[in-house]
């Protein structure tokens, strides 16, 4: 494998936080009960068209059947591929027993990137199989279609006898629904990005930038999860470079904010009064203002990373 460190320009927005995605929707079609056998996987293709990520909490299996009384178990995973290369991406698993027509949640917190594909799964197995085991599916009048909220468009349906990834074309697409939040990448970042280059980086990125007043700026690097993995602060120019150093192979997102932004947004959240008992430095407590507040942060790396902490703390 290339040790290469992808940075993602992607357009990065707010999806409602108490969204649900059900994918067996936005278009006619027809459900019905099949039979589905223990160790198989059955799945669906999706592209996020919303111009936004979206952050997966947890997957639902609907319509499912698991024996007929008993010790009937089954175990019931979530899985998302990467469709082109497919590596496993993410995975949950819960076992459930004797489920009649019932609904299966497996968490599995994932960042859906905007614009990307993805295989999405359930597997079914068990310690101890029962007599039957089906589940209700949906036929669509034709591939693909775009589900009710036009977040995702479904491209193709998949089955396969084990638990990898299916790749056997199906018909039938899963009553499965999304359940989805926000996350620190849904605040947009206040400066326009020209470029990063090189993209895909084995050792250092230029990321270029507006800067044109020298205003100080802090860039936040963030996993798929939507986890703040590096912070830069104290940026001048209108470019940085970004070594790769402790950072896996993997992509990551950049988000640039400006200080005043940031003091702008803990003013706002916690106000002036509890911001400087939070913080207790004199220009959060003692006329307390923005430019002032700028000027001694400016000067004082160990205020500054507080307030950066603190930020990333009501943002995550």
Request: include cysteine; charge should be negative.
């Amino acid at each position: 494998m290339k040790n290469f460190l992808y940075l993602i320009l992607v357009l990065i927005g707010r999806f409602d936080a108490s969204a649900q995605i059900n994918l067996a929707s936005g278009t006619t079609g027809t459900t019905t009960g099949v039979a589905q056998s223990f160790n198989e996987t059955r799945g669906v293709d999706v592209t996020v068209v919303a111009h936004a990520d979206i952050s997966l909490i947890s997957m639902t299996l609907n319509g499912f059947f698991c024996g007929q009384g008993g010790t009937a178990t089954a175990y019931v995973g979530a899985r998302i591929y990467d469709i082109n290369t497919a590596q496993l991406l993410a995975s949950g698993m819960d076992t459930v027993s004797n489920v009649y027509g019932g609904s299966v949640t497996v968490q599995i917190p994932f960042v859906l990137l905007a614009n990307a594909s993805y295989r999405l799964c359930f597997f079914c197995g068990g310690p101890n199989p029962p007599t039957t085991n089906a589940a209700t599916e949906f036929i669509p009048q034709a591939f693909p279609y775009f589900e009710s909220t036009n977040s995702l468009q479904i491209s193709h349906a998949y089955a396969y006898p084990a638990d990898t990834m299916p790749s056997n074309y199906n018909i039938m697409v899963p009553l499965i629904t999304l359940h989805t939040k926000t996350t620190e990448l849904d605040e947009l970042s206040d400066i326009a990005i020209n470029s990063a280059f090189p993209n895909p980086s084995k050792d250092v990125s230029t990321l270029r930038f507006e800067n044109k007043s020298n205003q100080a700026l802090t860039l936040f690097i963030l996993d798929t999860k939507g986890k703040i993995v590096r912070t830069m602060s104290n940026i001048f120019t209108d470019n940085v470079a970004i070594e790769r150093k402790e950072l896996a192979n993997g992509i990551y997102f950049y988000k640039l904010k400006s200080e005043e932004s940031i003091v702008s947004h803990l003013v706002e959240h916690f106000g002036w009064e509890e911001l400087g008992n939070i913080i207790p430095i004199n220009c959060f407590r003692s006329n307390p203002g923005i430019k002032s507040s700028l000027t001694f942060l400016r000067k004082t790396p160990w205020a500054r990373k507080k307030v950066e902490e603190l930020y990333i703390e009501i943002v995550s």
